[in-house]
């Protein structure tokens, strides 16, 4: 049996070089067929080509309740619907738009690459979303997505609150397929879809459920340690079966292997310069690179290019892994 790769490897800060630049919350990246890269940006969401050239997709005046006014396809200044529309969570729907799950709106949308947008969904049961956090598609075309806290808790700062959950859009509609989550984030499969793993960001672990029949989950467990010691945020899987995790409480990255050790990869900035007890979103003493390290994904044309996404950072922090990373899979949305 071959050893893990990621053993015995350790990132040296030196190597890491800077792709994109200007980026506004780069919580989520997503890695396209052709080496574009998606990031997601206020308001909508920033193409960068393999050659650096950046553009900008936002919703086209008229495309939905929060379009910025003007054509958001050649980059209109959204700075006024700050903290109105943050996409955070992006998946392909298999017709290369995009589903979004936007933190600031509490929704779930669509926006297309001629700047169309959709509202797919805002409420279940008569009950609105909460803070919508990240989308994903299995192969039966089922829209799954978290929802980190109802809106009301997010509103009071009651961070720790169990009221965030899984849901499923599928041909049944949409319905709730796991609760009592503490600050639900990034969901993801593994390839036989017989897991279903999220980070569950306000309990400091990550957390698996068994995916059954007519799209339930069971079995529920914590993967890993039961503690990581920084909030996990964003990760994604290499080819060697670890989970590479963004700790976005403590500005680093780590690797959960096969066998729940942990190893470190990064630590970003100086965490001993911030002084105790200091929150929030903007920028911080200590700060590095990725500030509020959020996500991670690989590319490049052999998978090894990783790149982290953050809430502050305004470029994605990229380097060389010695394993490639798993292709996260494209599967088309089958619409209810």
């Given at each position: 049996?071959?050893?893990?790769?990621?053993?015995?490897?350790?990132?040296?800060?030196?190597?890491?070089?800077?792709?994109?630049?200007?980026?506004?919350?780069?919580?989520?990246?997503?890695?396209?067929?052709?080496?574009?890269?998606?990031?997601?940006?206020?308001?909508?969401?920033?193409?960068?080509?393999?050659?650096?050239?950046?553009?900008?997709?936002?919703?086209?005046?008229?495309?939905?309740?929060?379009?910025?006014?003007?054509?958001?396809?050649?980059?209109?200044?959204?700075?006024?619907?700050?903290?109105?529309?943050?996409?955070?969570?992006?998946?392909?729907?298999?017709?290369?738009?995009?589903?979004?799950?936007?933190?600031?709106?509490?929704?779930?949308?669509?926006?297309?690459?001629?700047?169309?947008?959709?509202?797919?969904?805002?409420?279940?049961?008569?009950?609105?979303?909460?803070?919508?956090?990240?989308?994903?598609?299995?192969?039966?075309?089922?829209?799954?997505?978290?929802?980190?806290?109802?809106?009301?808790?997010?509103?009071?700062?009651?961070?720790?609150?169990?009221?965030?959950?899984?849901?499923?859009?599928?041909?049944?509609?949409?319905?709730?397929?796991?609760?009592?989550?503490?600050?639900?984030?990034?969901?993801?499969?593994?390839?036989?879809?017989?897991?279903?793993?999220?980070?569950?960001?306000?309990?400091?672990?990550?957390?698996?459920?068994?995916?059954?029949?007519?799209?339930?989950?069971?079995?529920?467990?914590?993967?890993?340690?039961?503690?990581?010691?920084?909030?996990?945020?964003?990760?994604?899987?290499?080819?060697?079966?670890?989970?590479?995790?963004?700790?976005?409480?403590?500005?680093?990255?780590?690797?959960?292997?096969?066998?729940?050790?942990?190893?470190?990869?990064?630590?970003?900035?100086?965490?001993?310069?911030?002084?105790?007890g200091l929150r929030g979103l903007g920028p911080?003493?200590?700060?590095?690179?990725?500030?509020?390290?959020?996500?991670?994904?690989?590319?490049?044309?052999?998978?090894?290019?990783?790149?982290?996404?953050?809430?502050?950072?305004?470029?994605?922090?990229?380097?060389?892994?010695?394993?490639?990373?798993?292709?996260?899979?494209?599967?088309?949305?089958?619409?209810?």
């Amino acid at each position: 049996m071959n050893a893990n790769p990621v053993l015995n490897w350790r990132l040296d800060p030196n190597t890491i070089t800077l792709t994109g630049k200007g980026l506004r919350r780069p919580e989520c990246v997503l890695h396209d067929r052709n080496g574009d890269l998606w990031a997601a940006d206020l308001g909508g969401v920033i193409q960068i080509a393999p050659d650096g050239t950046q553009s900008r997709l936002g919703a086209k005046a008229g495309g939905g309740p929060y379009a910025p006014p003007g054509d958001g396809v050649t980059g209109v200044d959204i700075s006024a619907n700050a903290g109105i529309s943050l996409p955070n969570g992006l998946c392909f729907d298999g017709d290369d738009a995009f589903l979004i799950a936007n933190f600031g709106t509490n929704v779930i949308e669509r926006l297309g690459r001629d700047g169309s947008y959709e509202l797919i969904l805002d409420s279940i049961d008569g009950r609105k979303l909460g803070k919508t956090n990240f989308p994903v598609i299995d192969s039966a075309g089922r829209l799954w997505f978290s929802v980190t806290s109802s809106a009301e808790d997010w509103r009071n700062g009651i961070r720790g609150s169990a009221s965030g959950y899984i849901a499923v859009i599928d041909t049944q509609g949409p319905r709730i397929v796991a609760d009592k989550l503490i600050g639900t984030n990034e969901l993801r499969f593994d390839p036989s879809e017989e897991w279903l793993y999220v980070a569950e960001t306000g309990a400091d672990h990550i957390t698996r459920f068994r995916v059954g029949p007519n799209a339930t989950l069971s079995e529920r467990e914590i993967y890993g340690p039961e503690r990581l010691g920084g909030a996990p945020d964003g990760f994604a899987f290499d080819e060697a079966g670890n989970i590479w995790t963004t700790l976005v409480a403590a500005d680093r990255l780590i690797v959960v292997t096969p066998q729940g050790g942990v190893i470190p990869i990064w630590q970003d900035g100086d965490p001993s310069l911030r002084p105790e007890g200091l929150r929030g979103l903007g920028p911080q003493p200590g700060d590095g690179l990725a500030p509020r390290m959020a996500s991670v994904t690989f590319g490049g044309p052999d998978m090894r290019t990783v790149y982290v996404g953050s809430l502050v950072g305004t470029s994605l922090p990229t380097f060389t892994a010695p394993v490639p990373g798993r292709p996260v899979p494209r599967h088309r949305w089958v619409r209810p």
